[in-house]
């Protein structure tokens, strides 16, 4: 008759199994291998050369010419620092060649160029809730919003008059884009729906199912037919435009996805987050080339510079310029004290930055410079607090910028034609455009 197995605790057999190692090996803890003095040197040396190869010639060099001007006048003695340093002279005698030192300058400051100041000379009512998006057809005839009233308006952008209402969104309006190859219009909103629209007809014709959440953000790429959508669910999502089939899932921001820009070269996507990071995404493989942690706080808005590789961040700590398309960080542009919704860059290098206070900042691109402050009136009837700027955008020329506001109008500024240089000169003292580090 066979013994009963007594059955234990994976805890108990665990526990024994440590104490037969530790008996095993209780002996021999002590015992260490004796060190190999030469494998320990080539381990020393391999670790310098890596860490401090690139300036470690540069130092032999230093310390031989050292050495060389010592040894040619013998009344002076060697101390024994040079006297180690002589190792470093070649065995044949031969002395290392040395650049002259150049002195050091601080780096000139650029000069920034010259722009017009903005003036508002339009406003347009009609919306019912906050305008929380523009956008601009390729044709530069006409422009659509969107806002919390839930319906789309398509404006004339020279008279400014009413053309085309749609409805279609039960909840507010966040994104719009117009395609440039084809009569579509695309929408996104808090109602989780991603919209496509047949501008001929004015019907929706397709619809792009996927977010769990609101959809705060869109963009079309540039040279290929593509969309991208992101929100509140911290993914951005890659669909193809004409089957709705979602490429790629843009997963590994932590919150939500506000800004998000597409640029041709890569081709590349680029995301910014309430998580305080910014993505740059291969779209091609659907995965991360980067992330920029720089920000302290949540990046609402992206937008890339139409003729220089570059793009600017906005948050409520800086707006930041950086390098397509690794991400390499240029300068910060500070001023900003209020959350930055949204920012607008036209060819001839105008950035504008559009805060939730109503403040509206104007730099130069290349320099950082800011050269003009505006603050958005309110109007009749609405209360202070409702100064705050949502979204903005150039048309087409980059002579007029559009801005939807939280008093439900949309405001047209332009280039003041009668300012020059001599009556708006430029206070341009480089000490104070000298580039932060981050």
């Known amino acids: 008759m066979t013994d009963e ?29 004796p060190i190999d003095e030469k494998a320990e040197k080539i381990l020393r040396s391999v670790k310098a050369r890596d860490s401090y190869g690139q300036v470690m010639s540069t130092v032999q060099r230093a310390q031989a010419v050292k050495q060389q001007e010592a040894l040619s006048r ?11 340093e002589s190792a470093a002279i070649p065995s044949d005698g031969a002395t290392l060649p040395l650049a002259p030192a150049a002195p050091r300058r601080a780096p000139a400051a650029p000069r920034p160029t010259w722009h017009a100041p903005w003036k508002l000379v339009r406003v347009i009512s009609g919306h019912l809730g906050w305008v929380r998006c523009v956008t601009v057809e390729p044709g530069n005839e ?49 109602d989780r729906q991603v919209k496509c629209w047949d501008l001929e007809y004015n019907k929706v014709i397709r619809h792009y199912h996927g977010h769990l959440s609101a959809v705060y953000t869109l963009a079309l790429h540039p040279s290929i037919d593509v969309l991208v ?60 080339m980067c992330t920029l942690t720089n ?69 130069d691109w290349r320099t950082g410079y800011n050269f003009q402050r505006l603050q958005s009136a309110v109007q009749p009837g609405s209360m202070d607090s409702e100064a705050g700027i949502f979204a903005m955008t150039f048309d087409q020329s980059g002579s007029r910028l559009l801005t939807t506001e939280a008093d439900k109008t949309i405001k047209i500024y332009r280039e003041d034609d ?21």
């Open 74 to 84: 013998p009344d002076t003695p060697l101390d024994s620092t040079e006297i180690a």
């Open 5 to 33: 197995v007594i059955k234990h605790s994976v805890h108990t057999l665990v526990f024994r199994s440590l104490k037969r190692s530790h008996d095993m090996f209780l002996f021999n803890q002590s015992l260490l291998p």
């Open 418 to 438: 009668t300012a020059t240089e001599e009556t708006h000169p430029i206070n341009w003292r480089p000490e104070i455009l000298k580039r932060r580090k981050f």
């Open 229 to 288: 959508t992101a929100g509140r669910d911290a993914t951005a999502r890659v669909w193809d435009m004409r089957s709705k089939a979602n490429v790629h899932t843009l997963a590994g921001h932590t919150d939500t996805v506000a800004s998000l820009a597409c640029q041709a070269a890569e081709p590349q996507i680029i995301t910014g987050s309430h998580d305080s990071t910014i993505r740059l995404w291969d779209l091609a493989a659907g995965k991360s």
């Open 142 to 190: 006409w422009f659509a919003t969107g806002a919390a009233d839930r319906v789309i308006k398509i404006w004339d952008l020279a008279s400014g008059k009413l053309k085309v209402s749609l409805t279609g969104h039960v909840s507010t309006v966040r994104g719009l884009e117009v395609s440039g190859r084809h009569p579509y219009l695309f929408s996104c909103g808090e």
């Open 295 to 363: 920000h302290k706080k949540s990046v609402r808005s992206i937008v890339i510079h139409p003729t220089l590789y570059t793009f600017a961040s906005a948050s409520p700590d800086n707006i930041k310029q950086w390098k397509c398309p690794e991400g390499k960080f240029i300068q910060n542009l500070s001023g900003h004290n209020a959350i930055v919704n949204c920012m607008a860059v036209n060819p001839e290098g105008v950035l504008v930055s559009g805060g939730d206070n109503g403040t509206m900042f104007c730099w």
